[in-house]
């Protein structure tokens, strides 16, 4: 046990020390139960004598501080603190029932098969994957998601084009920093759209364009006309947009390829959640149709958990060099340990083992919400918008049913946490309400009170 005391103050040698540990004790850097170093270690450490640091030991089991262990030495009591370092909790605020979008059911972590791939991977990984290494990330899980992205999601790429990022947030904002120096100003974004996506890019110096978003996905078809000839780059949702739902119309996915290629413009593709796709074939990345003016942004947050802190971005080869340059400067590298698990999982086809059955778990989520949700508006069709796809599902409200507002009030009282719709529009200007619903959020045990829950709140 390595113990850092700083005996001084007045006294004799044994005052201080005691003076040391009880106040190691009381401010909470020793916590209760910590095992302190034998007499004999900490004696030869201090340059004290074995007799002075016992009876400082003795004199702190007297007051209460300290409590020996037969064969255990001596440890830190259980007491309560009088002040300082407040005790650490899993953030306690927790609500009871969940369905805010963006977080899958984290239950499902499939940690089995995640030690098993950590422990092969680490143990036959050459000494260097734990140095410093290269900042676009280890070459197996890039070789690992060439393979698997083009497969998958028809994503046209060589290991050399993809940077390992800890998520789409870290691309976004490497890209956004990117662009920008490259001279793009000016950023069309989904309206309504992801809120941190226009907080990343405002606060990387970028202005914003509000992209309309309808059933057919984001209006790209507006682009070439007045006044955005400013746009430098778009930032878009095209397989599952966020939060409506919608998937872009292979005319829209056109008209924005074509923007991109005829006015060098960059088109930056947030895939969060692609591999979830219920009814239908997925369709593929807008990143195929443009791989030189797309940038692609993927993670594993949906598909393993958002604490994994593992993403990917598939770069355009004129902007390799700098989104390198960048990511170095921001962290070096993602860590490495996680990176080869994945690839090792990629590898062993246990990552699309694990995408199927989350797929299939979540599918029924989808049909037990809509189910449900049938009841809340008999005769009126369905209240969710879109496509039944990823995680989330836009949900509208009732005819003559409570405001947005109210919904999110009576949500609130019985601990039912939820998102509004209206944090996602550009402006304060009055739209339809609504409430994202994320149906993956909760636990197993709660996701049924969590469903009943919402119902009531919406009648
Ligand atoms: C649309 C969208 N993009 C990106 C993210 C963030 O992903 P990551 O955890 O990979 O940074 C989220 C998270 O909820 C999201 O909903």
New binding site residues.
Partial sequence: VDLHLEPGGTGGRRASLEHALRDAVRSGRLRPGERLPSSRTLAVELGLSRGTVCAAYDQLVAEGHLVPRRGAGTVVATVQRASGVPVPSERPSEPALDLR??TPDVTTFPVTTWVRATRRALSSAPSAAFGYGDPRGRVELRTALAGYLARTRGVLVSPEQIVVTT????GLSIIAEVVHEAGTRTVATEDPG?PF?RDLLVRQGHELVPLPVDDHGARTDLLTTHPWAEVGAVLV?PAHQ?PTGSTMHPTRRHALASWARDRAGWVLE?D?DGEFRYDRQPVGALQGMAPDRVVYLG?A?KTLG?AVRL?WMVVPPALVDAVVETKKLVDHQTGAPGQLALADLIERHDYDRHVRSCRLHYRRRRDALEQALASVNPGEGPLTRGISAGLQTLVGLPKGGPTEREVLRRADSRGLALTGLAGHWHGPVRRPGGVVVGFATPAPHSFRAALDALVDVLR
């Fill in positions: 979008p963006g998520g789409c947030q870290q992801l996506h949702t966020y947030d969060y993670s947050s958002p993403g």
